[in-house]
């Protein structure tokens, strides 16, 4: 008896000391040999971990104005049983279906959304995004839906939960909307950049997330004696672009203009400063809206053509051919040549009319886009090795350097042991394939001195964080020609729009302005053969001729009229847009007699003092009006806000004692438009571009009388200017200025009425009329005859005259295709 109680007493006792002896090992095993694992965790228990998120950059254009920007958004979300409580299922679905958009299935889908897994399996969630078409909204949307939960709260009676929520967020904003679309990019609703600059600074942009940390205790507040660890949100940088809103803004009007009268595939515009390469304005037609890009239904919108597409120049490339000749010495314009056709080989080719225009000159040959004539120069006396040379020097058939994505290289394939290849190439046919941005480098390098340069579309980056901005800096890439052949080469692409008979860019023509460029036409190819109905036609330039400011290319693709030519159909829109940029940048007409008119508006500037404006963008009006009162200066407040939100002159720009400084104290876009009786038509004009009006003017000098008017939500006015003699006494001046008198009217000795002729061009005017010349075959094939540039110089106009003297604000005309070929 004795003996079982002390075994079962040992057998207890083992027991107990065995749990002990594993209690006492596991004990150890986690606190020493397991400490810092479950440290570790009992840290991350106690610890909070906050993301701060870091604010992406802003993009600007070169004056400040806001192009992309992050601002306020909302995102909608529901609680189905909340919902389900009150019974408000319906009024939840139909009134954010008005409000969303959003259809009703998906809405009432969210709403009445159940748990699928978890103990409360099948019940009615707490908790539900409405992402399709909740998500990111815009503050007038939050608003409404704002109202719509007060509506509720009184229909229910409750103060607090009637199962529809908002939660801030933010997202990226575009204010302009479509204005310089393909060159900003966008970011996707993930908020991925996409495109455009936006995609190609994205790491600059988006900077970096922050983060803190703190110890909390068990409801998640904050301990007193908390050690935190913050590290800051690094913002994004901040993009200074080149691009000038207003001049952007005069590109995308004359456009549209053309893409409604034209009907082509698409058109193309870019414009710069030729002796910098500042990308000035860059446009696409079709284009997008950034803050709907989902609703774009082809995605060839989102392509930036302008260093994207690769097409066929034509005689714009001629410029090339012209350049390398003056730079070797070989171009004589006064030389004759026989025009009209050439054998190359066993190829004849052709100029666009066949039967030529007889011996004449080779300046006259580029004034009238002479196939032969490129021939000569650049395959008999260039050759194909020297010609190729300045194809490269030029910049062709490699990148530019833009900084956009997917910038293409085209294509010089041209084999120099072929001869048609390289005669073909030498007036920008055959195995020539070039981008916009290519061929705008180009002229660029022909008007600044030779120069080829890096264009660029971002002047400057700033760290908000530090505040260093860093500017970018002109970038030459080579010299191509030397300045004494830049400004031979000039003065011949001068006299191809100057000369209003037979110039193949008469239409680009601008009075009081020099012009000078060139027309090109070059026929698609279309399953490897040449469609002669489908072409792309192209106008490439820059003014002041003698002093080159801007310089810029229009290419249209395939207008809906096969025989426009690329002198009637780009080059007027290379007029309209340039005719309002000048003006606009303060570049003023001169005239034969050297001075600029009208001559009252001269005399009384002459007797003004020059100031500049100061800096009133973002002072409160009242603080506005007493510096500029204090200065002397006269103002006019435009709107009813009591902030200066713009001004027009801009911060730093030289005015004119008498001029009047604008201030706009709410959105341009939407205030009325104001009295501009007295104003210079280029201080009329960008006002009413700031305020994105259509305008049409009459006259020169001051405005004198205005006319609004609105359409289809597109707001117009039409100035009647007057000289500032006839502005101030009211007294027209037909009615006593002898300067209008018969006498002072009539053509002088050697002048036409109302037209130029230059040096070495003829007054004949030559219409083709030679059917095949729609008929050639494909250039580089032997045993042919040919013409590779048959639509080259295809139309003209009879009404250069009324052409020439349009003025700078009135709509886009396009010349009938008549008279001598503008190719």
């Given at each position: 008896?004795?003996?079982?109680?002390?075994?079962?007493?040992?057998?207890?006792?083992?027991?107990?000391?065995?749990?002990?002896?594993?209690?006492?090992?596991?004990?150890?095993?986690?606190?020493?040999?397991?400490?810092?694992?479950?440290?570790?965790?009992?840290?991350?228990?106690?610890?909070?971990?906050?993301?701060?998120?870091?604010?992406?950059?802003?993009?600007?254009?070169?004056?400040?104005?806001?192009?992309?920007?992050?601002?306020?958004?909302?995102?909608?979300?529901?609680?189905?049983?909340?919902?389900?409580?009150?019974?408000?299922?319906?009024?939840?679905?139909?009134?954010?279906?008005?409000?969303?958009?959003?259809?009703?299935?998906?809405?009432?889908?969210?709403?009445?959304?159940?748990?699928?897994?978890?103990?409360?399996?099948?019940?009615?969630?707490?908790?539900?995004?409405?992402?399709?078409?909740?998500?990111?909204?815009?503050?007038?949307?939050?608003?409404?839906?704002?109202?719509?939960?007060?509506?509720?709260?009184?229909?229910?009676?409750?103060?607090?939960?009637?199962?529809?929520?908002?939660?801030?967020?933010?997202?990226?904003?575009?204010?302009?909307?479509?204005?310089?679309?393909?060159?900003?990019?966008?970011?996707?609703?993930?908020?991925?950049?996409?495109?455009?600059?936006?995609?190609?600074?994205?790491?600059?942009?988006?900077?970096?997330?922050?983060?803190?940390?703190?110890?909390?205790?068990?409801?998640?507040?904050?301990?007193?004696?908390?050690?935190?660890?913050?590290?800051?949100?690094?913002?994004?940088?901040?993009?200074?672009?080149?691009?000038?809103?207003?001049?952007?803004?005069?590109?995308?009007?004359?456009?549209?203009?053309?893409?409604?009268?034209?009907?082509?595939?698409?058109?193309?515009?870019?414009?710069?400063?030729?002796?910098?390469?500042?990308?000035?304005?860059?446009?696409?037609?079709?284009?997008?809206?950034?803050?709907?890009?989902?609703?774009?239904?082809?995605?060839?919108?989102?392509?930036?053509?302008?260093?994207?597409?690769?097409?066929?120049?034509?005689?714009?490339?001629?410029?090339?051919?012209?350049?390398?000749?003056?730079?070797?010495?070989?171009?004589?314009?006064?030389?004759?040549?026989?025009?009209?056709?050439?054998?190359?080989?066993?190829?004849?080719?052709?100029?666009?009319?066949?039967?030529?225009?007889?011996?004449?000159?080779?300046?006259?040959?580029?004034?009238?886009?002479?196939?032969?004539?490129?021939?000569?120069?650049?395959?008999?006396?260039?050759?194909?090795?020297?010609?190729?040379?300045?194809?490269?020097?030029?910049?062709?058939?490699?990148?530019?350097?833009?900084?956009?994505?997917?910038?293409?290289?085209?294509?010089?394939?041209?084999?120099?042991?072929?001869?048609?290849?390289?005669?073909?190439?030498?007036?920008?046919?055959?195995?020539?394939?070039?981008?916009?941005?290519?061929?705008?480098?180009?002229?660029?390098?022909?008007?600044?001195?030779?120069?080829?340069?890096?264009?660029?579309?971002?002047?400057?980056?700033?760290?908000?964080?530090?505040?260093?901005?860093?500017?970018?800096?002109?970038?030459?890439?080579?010299?191509?020609?030397?300045?004494?052949?830049?400004?031979?080469?000039?003065?011949?692409?001068?006299?191809?729009v100057s000369d209003q008979d037979i110039g193949t860019g008469r239409h680009a023509y601008i009075d009081g302005y020099r012009v000078a460029g060139k027309?090109?036409?070059?026929?698609?190819?279309?399953?490897?053969?040449?469609?002669?109905?489908?072409?792309?036609?192209?106008?490439?330039?820059?003014?002041?001729?003698?002093?080159?400011?801007?310089?810029?290319?229009?290419?249209?693709?395939?207008?809906?009229?096969?025989?426009?030519?690329?002198?009637?159909?780009?080059?007027?829109?290379?007029?309209?847009?340039?005719?309002?940029?000048?003006?606009?940048?303060?570049?003023?007409?001169?005239?034969?007699?050297?001075?600029?008119?009208?001559?009252?508006?001269?005399?009384?500037?002459?007797?003004?003092?020059?100031?500049?404006?100061?800096?009133?963008?973002?002072?409160?009006?009242?603080?506005?009006?007493?510096?500029?009162?204090?200065?002397?200066?006269?103002?006019?407040?435009?709107?009813?806000?009591?902030?200066?939100?713009?001004?027009?002159?801009?911060?730093?720009?030289?005015?004119?004692?008498?001029?009047?400084?604008?201030?706009?104290?709410?959105?341009?876009?939407?205030?009325?438009?104001?009295?501009?009786?007295?104003?210079?038509?280029?201080?009329?004009?960008?006002?009413?571009?700031?305020?994105?009006?259509?305008?049409?003017?009459?006259?020169?000098?001051?405005?004198?009388?205005?006319?609004?008017?609105?359409?289809?939500?597109?707001?117009?006015?039409?100035?009647?200017?007057?000289?500032?003699?006839?502005?101030?006494?009211?007294?027209?001046?037909?009615?006593?200025?002898?300067?209008?008198?018969?006498?002072?009217?009539?053509?002088?000795?050697?002048?036409?009425?109302?037209?130029?002729?230059?040096?070495?061009?003829?007054?004949?005017?030559?219409?083709?009329?030679?059917?095949?010349?729609?008929?050639?075959?494909?250039?580089?094939?032997?045993?042919?005859?040919?013409?590779?540039?048959?639509?080259?110089?295809?139309?003209?106009?009879?009404?250069?005259?009324?052409?020439?003297?349009?003025?700078?604000?009135?709509?886009?005309?396009?010349?009938?295709?008549?008279?001598?070929?503008?190719?």
């Amino acid at each position: 008896m004795n003996k079982r109680i002390k075994l079962r007493t040992l057998f207890i006792g083992g027991c107990i000391t065995l749990f002990f002896a594993v209690l006492i090992t596991k004990v150890f095993w986690l606190q020493v040999v397991q400490s810092g694992d479950w440290t570790d965790k009992a840290i991350k228990q106690w610890t909070a971990n906050s993301n701060i998120s870091a604010k992406r950059g802003t993009i600007t254009d070169r004056n400040g104005n806001d192009l992309a920007m992050d601002a306020p958004a909302y995102n909608v979300a529901l609680n189905p049983r909340v919902i389900d409580k009150y019974g408000i299922k319906g009024d939840v679905v139909s009134q954010l279906h008005a409000i969303l958009g959003t259809d009703e299935t998906e809405i009432e889908k969210q709403a009445t959304s159940v748990l699928t897994s978890g103990d409360e399996i099948g019940q009615l969630r707490t908790w539900r995004e409405l992402n399709s078409g909740g998500r990111l909204i815009d503050q007038e949307k939050a608003d409404q839906i704002n109202a719509f939960v007060k509506q509720l709260k009184e229909k229910t009676g409750q103060k607090w939960d009637v199962g529809v929520y908002l939660s801030a967020d933010s997202k990226r904003y575009y204010p302009k909307n479509e204005l310089a679309a393909h060159v900003i990019g966008y970011t996707n609703k993930d908020g991925n950049a996409v495109a455009g600059i936006e995609a190609y600074y994205d790491e600059k942009l988006k900077g970096t997330d922050g983060h803190i940390q703190y110890l909390r205790d068990k409801q998640g507040d904050k301990l007193p004696d908390s050690k935190d660890v913050y590290t800051p949100a690094k913002n994004g940088d901040n993009l200074t672009l080149t691009i000038d809103e207003t001049i952007q803004y005069y590109i995308e009007q004359a456009m549209k203009d053309a893409y409604e009268q034209l009907k082509p595939e698409s058109i193309t515009v870019i414009a710069a400063d030729p002796n910098t390469m500042e990308i000035l304005g860059m446009a696409n037609m079709p284009t997008f809206n950034p803050n709907k890009f989902n609703e774009v239904t082809d995605p060839k919108d989102f392509r930036n053509l302008a260093v994207k597409a690769i097409y066929e120049p034509g005689s714009t490339f001629k410029i090339v051919t012209l350049s390398g000749a003056v730079q070797e010495n070989l171009f004589n314009p006064n030389a004759t040549y026989q025009s009209g056709s050439i054998q190359v080989g066993r190829t004849t080719l052709h100029d666009l009319n066949h039967s030529g225009w007889g011996t004449i000159s080779y300046l006259e040959g580029l004034k009238r886009s002479s196939n032969v004539a490129f021939v000569n120069l650049g395959y008999k006396m260039l050759g194909a090795e020297r010609l190729r040379k300045y194809i490269d020097a030029f910049g062709f058939g490699e990148q530019t350097g833009i900084e956009t994505p997917g910038e293409a290289k085209g294509a010089i394939n041209f084999h120099p042991n072929i001869p048609t290849e390289v005669a073909t190439a030498a007036y920008g046919h055959g195995l020539v394939q070039v981008t916009p941005i290519q061929q705008l480098a180009a002229i660029s390098a022909v008007a600044n001195g030779g120069k080829l340069l890096t264009p660029h579309l971002v002047k400057s980056i700033t760290d908000p964080n530090t505040g260093v901005t860093e500017n970018t800096q002109t970038k030459v890439v080579r010299q191509v020609i030397d300045s004494a052949t830049s400004e031979k080469v000039r003065g011949y692409l001068e006299q191809v729009v100057s000369d209003q008979d037979i110039g193949t860019g008469r239409h680009a023509y601008i009075d009081g302005y020099r012009v000078a460029g060139k027309t090109g036409t070059a026929v698609k190819v279309i399953n490897g053969k040449y469609d002669y109905t489908k072409q792309v036609v192209s106008f490439v330039g820059f003014a002041p001729a003698n002093d080159p400011k801007i310089a810029m290319i229009v290419v249209i693709d395939q207008p809906s009229d096969s025989k426009l030519g690329g002198g009637t159909a780009a080059a007027p829109v290379f007029k309209k847009i340039v005719s309002q940029v000048l003006p606009y940048m303060g570049i003023s007409k001169v005239f034969d007699d050297g001075e600029t008119k009208p001559k009252a508006e001269v005399a009384s500037k002459k007797l003004m003092a020059s100031y500049t404006a100061p800096t009133l963008t973002g002072k409160m009006l009242t603080d506005a009006k007493k510096k500029l009162l204090a200065d002397g200066i006269s103002y006019t407040t435009v709107g009813s806000g009591t902030k200066v939100v713009k001004q027009y002159p801009a911060s730093g720009v030289a005015m004119t004692g008498g001029q009047t400084i604008y201030l706009m104290t709410e959105d341009p876009t939407k205030m009325s438009i104001p009295d501009l009786k007295g104003e210079s038509l280029r201080d009329a004009l960008q006002i009413l571009s700031l305020m994105k009006v259509e305008v049409t003017a009459t006259g020169e000098g001051y405005v004198s009388e205005q006319v609004e008017a609105s359409s289809g939500g597109r707001r117009s006015v039409t100035l009647t200017l007057k000289s500032a003699r006839a502005t101030v006494t009211g007294v027209d001046d037909t009615e006593e200025d002898p300067a209008t008198s018969e006498e002072a009217t009539a053509p002088k000795d050697g002048e036409t009425d109302g037209k130029t002729t230059s040096e070495g061009s003829s007054t004949d005017k030559e219409t083709s009329t030679d059917p095949k010349a729609t008929e050639s075959k494909d250039p580089t094939t032997s045993d042919t005859q040919t013409d590779s540039s048959t639509t080259e110089g295809k139309t003209g106009s009879s009404t250069s005259e009324s052409s020439a003297n349009q003025n700078p604000a009135s709509s886009l005309e396009i010349p009938e295709p008549t008279g001598a070929p503008t190719n």
